[in-house]
């Protein structure tokens, strides 16, 4: 059953009616809202189309129902697909950004106070792999070995990594904002720098995949499919203008009038 984002929409915000504050329907309002021969009024929603009831209002705000020109229609088909699922790969851009700056930032604190660090560290390593009884390595370098090594690394090796973690965060951030605001330059932005990674992550499977690496490589497969069939880049499908004129079909009021019903029995929503 194909998902409608419409009725996610509705359930995150509620419906969008209009004219619940008018005084009168009339039979120009039966696009939007219809009267029952008991007085009840029913209105369509103009993201989902579902129809609810409510009675007239007791205090009405207007005399009548708002016209088109009046009328704010929301996101709904294409492009309410598209805010749903950029601003789902936005918050996934979000989790690396903190990661990111976590793991930046304390490469760089490492590399900055580890003279002072040194002795402390190896103290407690000696004393943990104590507690559990003995050198912690399988078969491999100790824990403290491995402490050891990290210590011995160049500052200018670690400042270096540092740098290059901390910059990837502000891309992974600038990729995020765009396509929270669906810009298009964010799409190729966000398509090119998954794209790259595809190589080191697809290396990395091959010396030991792991759950969390195969989740990682399947995600951003995901979103490199998405952007570039659903979202037409680099002109494949018909690109830029075909996504234009597809968000078109399905945005403001000729999309609420091709949705719109017959003369069937109104049924609740």
Not at 27 to 42: F, K, M, P, T, Y
Not at 82 to 97: E, G, K, S, Y
Request: a neutral charge.
């Amino acid at each position: 059953m194909r998902l409608r984002y419409e009725l996610l929409g509705c359930a995150l915000h509620g419906h969008a009616l209009v004219g619940t504050d008018a005084a009168a329907v009339r039979a120009q309002d039966a696009l939007l809202v219809r009267e029952d021969a008991d007085g009840l009024r029913w209105h369509r929603c103009l993201r989902c189309d579902g129809w609810e009831p409510r009675a007239a209002p007791t205090a009405p705000a207007r005399d009548t129902v708002p016209g088109p020109d009046e009328v704010e229609v929301p996101l709904r088909g294409r492009p309410l697909r598209d805010r749903f699922v950029l601003r789902l790969i936005a918050l996934d851009r979000a989790v690396h950004v903190v990661a990111l700056s976590l793991l930046g930032t304390a490469v760089l604190l490492f590399a900055t106070y580890r003279e002072a660090w040194g002795p402390t560290a190896g103290q407690i390593v000696g004393i943990l792999q104590a507690g559990i009884g003995g050198p912690v390595g399988h078969g491999g370098p100790t824990l403290l070995v491995e402490v050891e090594r990290a210590f011995d690394v160049p500052a200018a090796t670690l400042y270096g990594l540092a740098a290059v973690l901390l910059a990837y965060a502000v891309l992974e951030a600038v990729e995020a904002v765009g396509l929270w605001y669906a810009r298009r330059w964010a799409e190729y932005l966000t398509f090119v720098a998954t794209t790259v990674l595809l190589v080191p992550e697809v290396w990395e499977l091959t010396h030991g995949p792991t759950p969390l690496k195969i989740l990682a490589l399947v995600v951003n497969l995901t979103v490199v499919a998405y952007l570039l069939v659903a979202k037409r880049l680099f002109g494949l499908r018909g690109g830029g203008r075909a996504e234009e004129a597809e968000r078109a079909h399905d945005t403001g009021w000729p999309a609420v009038e091709r949705a719109g019903p017959g003369t069937e029995r109104l049924t609740a929503s």
